[in-house]
C-alpha cells in the first residue's frame, strides 16, 4: 500500500542560486504541515561548503538528523566555489556532519530501497549527474538490485526543474537555446530524460520565469538562514521561483484543495547530448511538462505565505 503522503528524495545544486534555498524552505514547510516525509536530500555539485548550508537550513527546521549527502566523483560541474551565500549559512551549521558523508549515489540507494515499493517521489532541482550514477549503480550491500531496476520498483516519478516547454529555442538566459540547468551537464541530463523508467513531470523555465519566491522572508526572524541566504544574495524582492515550482508538484500535485494550479501535458521531452537543448513533442509517452492555470500573483502570495511559516519544531 502506498503512503499517502509522497516520500520525498530532493537532489539540489545548492551553490550558485539562492533559490534553492527558497525550494528548501517550501518543502520544509509542506512537511511541517504533514503533507510530505523528506526521506533524503542530496547535493549535485562538489563544493564542501554546501553540505554545511544544507545541514543549517535542516537544524533551523528542526530536521538536523535528516539524512544527506554530497556528490563525490570527479567534478563534471564547474562553479564549484559557490555564492558567498553558501558560505554565510555555512558559517551558521551547529551540527556535525556525517562521518564519513555519504556519497549520493550510496544515500539515494538507502532511502528509496528502505521505501515501499513505488512510494518515492525524486525532485530534481539541479545537474543530473547525480541521477545518472544513480541509474547507473550496481547491486551492492544495500539492495540486489541495479540502480534501474531499484529506481523502477520504489520510485512512482521523477519531478525535474529542467528545459523550457515546449522546446528551449527562445531562451537567452546564460546560454542561448538551453535551459541552465540541463545546460551545465547535458549528457547526464539526455541520459536522464531518456533512460529513466518511471514517469517523469518536467516544470520549466517559464513556469517559474515571472513566479517571485522569498519576497517576504525579511519578515522572519534574523537567525533564519533563509532570509540569510536571500540578504546575501541581495534579492530582497525576491528570486525567480523555478526550483519552487517542482516542489509544489512534487508534494501538491497538479490540484491541491480543489483548485487546480496546473494543467498536465503528456508526450516525451528530448534532450540534446551536445548542449542540453530540449523539445518536447506532445502525444504518447511518460513525461509530462505542466502550465500555469492562474495568475503569477497567485502562485508568488502562495509561496510568500509558505516559505515564512515559523519552523514547527524548531532549531535542532
Same mark, same amino acid.
Given at each position: 500500500?502506498? @503512503?499517502?503522503?509522497?516520500?520525498?528524495?530532493?537532489?539540489?545544486?545548492?551553490?550558485?542560486?539562492?533559490?534553492? +534555498?527558497?525550494?528548501?524552505?517550501?518543502?520544509?514547510?509542506?512537511?511541517?504541515?504533514?503533507?510530505?516525509?523528506?526521506?533524503?536530500?542530496?547535493?549535485?555539485?562538489?563544493?564542501?561548503?554546501?553540505?554545511?548550508?544544507?545541514?543549517?537550513?535542516?537544524?533551523?527546521?528542526?530536521?538536523?538528523?535528516?539524512?544527506?549527502?554530497?556528490?563525490?566523483?570527479?567534478?563534471?560541474?564547474?562553479?564549484?566555489?559557490?555564492?558567498?551565500?553558501?558560505?554565510?549559512?555555512?558559517?551558521?551549521?551547529?551540527?556535525?556532519?556525517?562521518?564519513?558523508?555519504?556519497?549520493?549515489?550510496?544515500?539515494?540507494?538507502?532511502?528509496?530501497?528502505?521505501?515501499?515499493?513505488?512510494?518515492?517521489?525524486?525532485?530534481?532541482?539541479?545537474?543530473?549527474?547525480?541521477?545518472?550514477?544513480?541509474?547507473? #549503480?550496481?547491486?551492492?550491500?544495500?539492495?540486489?538490485?541495479?540502480?534501474? =531496476?531499484?529506481?523502477?520498483? &520504489?520510485?512512482? &516519478?521523477?519531478?525535474?526543474?529542467?528545459?523550457?516547454?515546449?522546446?528551449?529555442?527562445?531562451?537567452?538566459?546564460?546560454? &542561448?537555446? #538551453?535551459?541552465?540547468?540541463?545546460?551545465?551537464?547535458?549528457?547526464?541530463?539526455?541520459? +536522464?530524460?531518456?533512460?529513466?523508467?518511471?514517469?517523469?513531470?518536467?516544470?520549466?523555465?517559464?513556469?517559474? =520565469? @515571472?513566479?517571485?519566491?522569498?519576497?517576504?522572508?525579511?519578515?522572519?526572524?534574523?537567525?533564519?538562514? +533563509?532570509?540569510?541566504?536571500?540578504?546575501?544574495?541581495?534579492?530582497?524582492?525576491?528570486?525567480?521561483?523555478?526550483?519552487?515550482?517542482?516542489?509544489?508538484?512534487?508534494?501538491?500535485?497538479?490540484?491541491?484543495?480543489?483548485?487546480?494550479?496546473?494543467? =498536465?501535458?503528456?508526450?516525451?521531452?528530448?534532450? #540534446?547530448? &551536445?548542449?542540453?537543448?530540449?523539445?518536447?513533442?506532445?502525444?504518447?509517452?511518460?513525461?509530462?511538462?505542466?502550465?500555469?492555470?492562474?495568475?503569477?500573483?497567485?502562485?508568488?502570495?502562495?509561496?510568500?505565505?509558505?516559505?515564512?511559516?515559523?519552523?514547527?519544531?524548531?532549531?535542532?
Amino acid at each position: 500500500m502506498k @503512503n499517502a503522503k509522497p516520500l520525498i528524495v530532493l537532489d539540489t545544486d545548492l551553490n550558485t542560486d539562492v533559490g534553492d +534555498v527558497g525550494a528548501l524552505a517550501l518543502l520544509h514547510s509542506l512537511a511541517d504541515l504533514n503533507e510530505a516525509d523528506i526521506i533524503g536530500i542530496g547535493i549535485s555539485v562538489s563544493n564542501p561548503d554546501t553540505p554545511y548550508a544544507l545541514m543549517a537550513i535542516n537544524e533551523y527546521y528542526g530536521r538536523a538528523a535528516l539524512p544527506i549527502g554530497r556528490y563525490q566523483g570527479e567534478p563534471q560541474i564547474e562553479l564549484n566555489d559557490g555564492n558567498p551565500f553558501v558560505r554565510a549559512l555555512r558559517d551558521m551549521c551547529i551540527s556535525p556532519l556525517p562521518d564519513p558523508l555519504p556519497d549520493t549515489t550510496e544515500l539515494y540507494r538507502k532511502a528509496i530501497a528502505g521505501s515501499p515499493d513505488g512510494s518515492v517521489t525524486m525532485v530534481a532541482i539541479g545537474f543530473h549527474n547525480t541521477l545518472q550514477r544513480l541509474l547507473e #549503480s550496481p547491486p551492492d550491500k544495500i539492495s540486489p538490485f541495479g540502480g534501474f =531496476e531499484l529506481v523502477r520498483a &520504489k520510485v512512482s &516519478k521523477l519531478v525535474v526543474m529542467g528545459g523550457q516547454y515546449p522546446d528551449s529555442s527562445s531562451i537567452l538566459f546564460f546560454h &542561448k537555446g #538551453s535551459e541552465y540547468n540541463f545546460w551545465r551537464a547535458p549528457v547526464a541530463a539526455a541520459c +536522464v530524460c531518456s533512460k529513466w523508467p518511471t514517469p517523469i513531470v518536467f516544470t520549466g523555465y517559464e513556469l517559474g =520565469e @515571472n513566479l517571485r519566491g522569498g519576497r517576504t522572508i525579511a519578515n522572519t526572524p534574523p537567525e533564519n538562514p +533563509v532570509r540569510v541566504a536571500y540578504e546575501v544574495y541581495n534579492h530582497p524582492g525576491g528570486r525567480h521561483a523555478w526550483d519552487e515550482t517542482a516542489i509544489w508538484y512534487a508534494v501538491r500535485g497538479a490540484q491541491h484543495d480543489g483548485v487546480r494550479y496546473f494543467e =498536465e501535458v503528456r508526450g516525451t521531452n528530448t534532450v #540534446s547530448l &551536445k548542449d542540453g537543448a530540449n523539445v518536447f513533442v506532445e502525444g504518447q509517452g511518460s513525461h509530462i511538462y505542466l502550465r500555469k492555470t492562474l495568475p503569477d500573483e497567485e502562485y508568488s502570495r502562495i509561496l510568500d505565505d509558505l516559505q515564512t511559516r515559523p519552523p514547527a519544531v524548531g532549531v535542532s
